[in-house]
C-alpha cells in the first residue's frame, strides 16, 4: 500500500512568486491534514478536509494561503503571494476516520528567497 | 492554548536504554503519540497511547502515561545507531482531530 506522497519533495521560489505543493493520502483515507514546521520550531496544524470539505481551517496563517481537495482525493496548498517567513517543511497527513492515527508524508522542503 | 514541551537533545550508548519525555498541558488529551523522524524523512508514526491506558509496550518500545502529571515518555530498550533520529511527541485533544507537537527530541546513539 503507498504510503502519502507529497510534490514537490522541495521548492526554491523567490519571494512574491506563487508556489503550489500537492499531496496524495493514502487510498481510501478521507482525512486529510496539512502541517508546517518552520525556522525549526514546532510541527503547526495548518488545517484538516474530510473528504472535499474543510472540517477545520484553524490554523491556516493567513489569506495568501488556500488549501483545495476537489473531488475528495489529492489536496493542493498555494500559497500566493510567497513571503520570507512561509519558509519551512509542508506536511501532509491522512486517516482513516476521526480518532485514527495520522500518517504522515515525507514533507515538501519550501524555500522562498 | 495547549502546550507540548520535550528536550531538545539525548544522547546515549549503543545497548543502552533510551527514555524520551514529554509534558503537555491538556488534561482532555485523548491520544498522545510518538512519531520519529529520520535525517531527510517524513514523520514515522512509531506508537500511540489512549489516554486511558498507564502503558503501552510494542518489541523494544514502551510507552508510560502519567495522568495526573501529564508526563508522557517513550522508552527504547536496547538502543540501536539505526535509532538516532529526532522523536516527536504528539497529543489530540478530544474535541479536535488536530495534533499538537513537541519541539522534538534528537537522539544521538554512539558506539
Known amino acids: 500500500e503507498a504510503g502519502v506522497t507529497q510534490f514537490p519533495s522541495h521548492s526554491v521560489i523567490e519571494k512574491g512568486q506563487t508556489v503550489t505543493l500537492r499531496c496524495d493520502p493514502i487510498?481510501?483515507?478521507?482525512?486529510l491534514y496539512w502541517y508546517r514546521r518552520v525556522m525549526g520550531k514546532e510541527i503547526k496544524f495548518l488545517l484538516h478536509f474530510v473528504k472535499e470539505s474543510k472540517q477545520d481551517e484553524s490554523g491556516m496563517p493567513n489569506n495568501r494561503f488556500l488549501a483545495e481537495r476537489t473531488g475528495g482525493t489529492y489536496s493542493t496548498l498555494k500559497v500566493q503571494p510567497a513571503e520570507l517567513e512561509d519558509s519551512g517543511v509542508y506536511f501532509c497527513?491522512?486517516?482513516?476516520?476521526?480518532?485514527?492515527?495520522?500518517?504522515f508524508g515525507d514533507g515538501t522542503r519550501l524555500s522562498i528567497l | 492554548g495547549e502546550d507540548v514541551e520535550q528536550s531538545l537533545f539525548l544522547s546515549v550508548r549503543e545497548g543502552d536504554s533510551s527514555v524520551i519525555n514529554c509534558t503537555y498541558t491538556?488534561?482532555?488529551?485523548?491520544?498522545l503519540y510518538w512519531y520519529k523522524q529520520e535525517p531527510g524523512a517524513g514523520l514515522q508514526l512509531l506508537t500511540y497511547i489512549f489516554s486511558n491506558m498507564d502503558m503501552k509496550q510494542d518489541q523494544r518500545l514502551t510507552v508510560l502515561l502519567n495522568k495526573k502529571d501529564k508526563h508522557l515518555s517513550l522508552r527504547i530498550a536496547d538502543t540501536q545507531t539505526g535509532d538516532s533520529a529526532i522523536y516527536f511527541c504528539?497529543?489530540?485533544?478530544?474535541?479536535?482531530?488536530?495534533?499538537?507537537f513537541g519541539t522534538g527530541t534528537r537522539l544521538q546513539v554512539f558506539p
Open positions: 487510498s481510501g483515507h478521507d482525512n
Open positions: 491538556d488534561s482532555s488529551s485523548t491520544y
Open positions: 504528539a497529543v489530540r485533544s478530544y474535541n479536535t482531530d488536530k495534533l499538537i
Open positions: 497527513a491522512s486517516s482513516l476516520g476521526l480518532n485514527q492515527p495520522q500518517h
